[in-house]
């Protein structure tokens, strides 16, 4: 069973409870975090006896003195903390483990911002498969994180391994519509795929850098056929496709992609809000491999 968390007013209640629904383990991976409710969470779940980990990255724009007092703050905590230790890929993965489940994947960090100014979304799951393969991961990635992905669930999509060849595949599927929402759509070859579909008669719509009912952009969703969404960590850029990793979920419970489309389908009704990447004169924005999502 999935749920999706969308408004903001929702985000840190949900996230806060999956936390204190943890008895025995949590897993956290975790790009920035500056909620200290969150930490709070974390503090409480140590002191009623969960075993917590954390799997954090080592590379955030403007965030490197943070990120090290944070690591040595969930530490004093009495979190098993493990800085992402793979000098050639960029760790930017948004995702928590309760017990066995449930598991949020998400696109949102743990941040102030991010909670409460931004468009972000947040799929619960009690999936036994998505919950064991987020258990997998995470210990692949604090274990053994420059050795090959392990097997898991085709409804992770798993960077930077799976990102390019399963995305691109998927989008290739479309038959009547796509539709993104992704403020760096700027890979040449998904570029050339949307192209592709949108010339044979495919429904192609992108929602980038706007403010979305107020919202700041942040979050990843694609919709294709109305019947399949994907949502996660993962721009359509080169370096979010073939050098970060990144996770993302595929639904397809029909409610849930239905109300992402109506989200979708209610942002769109303002033209403003929608991309022509093909339009001449306009220039994708240039990319900084090492910024990720100062919100």
Known sequence: ?????????????????????????????????????????????????????????????GWRQRLQELTALLRSLGADVHPYDNPAMKYHAKYIVADDGPAVVTTLNFTRKCFETTCDFLVFTDNPDVVSGLKVLFDHDCNRPRAPLPEITDRLIVGPDQTRSRLTALLETARTSIRIMDHRVTDPHVLEVLSAKQRNGVVVQIIGDARMDGLIAHGRMAIIDEKTAIIGSIHLSPPSLDLRREVAILVEDAPIVTELYDYFRGLARNEANLMNLWASGVAAPQEDEDEEDDE
């Open 1 to 61: 069973m999935d749920r999706l968390v969308l408004i903001p007013a929702a985000r840190r209640d949900a996230v806060l409870e999956l936390l204190r629904s943890a008895r025995q383990t949590l897993i956290l991976s975790m790009f920035r975090c500056d909620d200290f409710t969150i930490v709070d969470e974390v503090a409480a779940a140590v002191k009623r006896g969960v075993q917590v980990r954390v799997l954090i990255t080592q590379r955030a724009r």
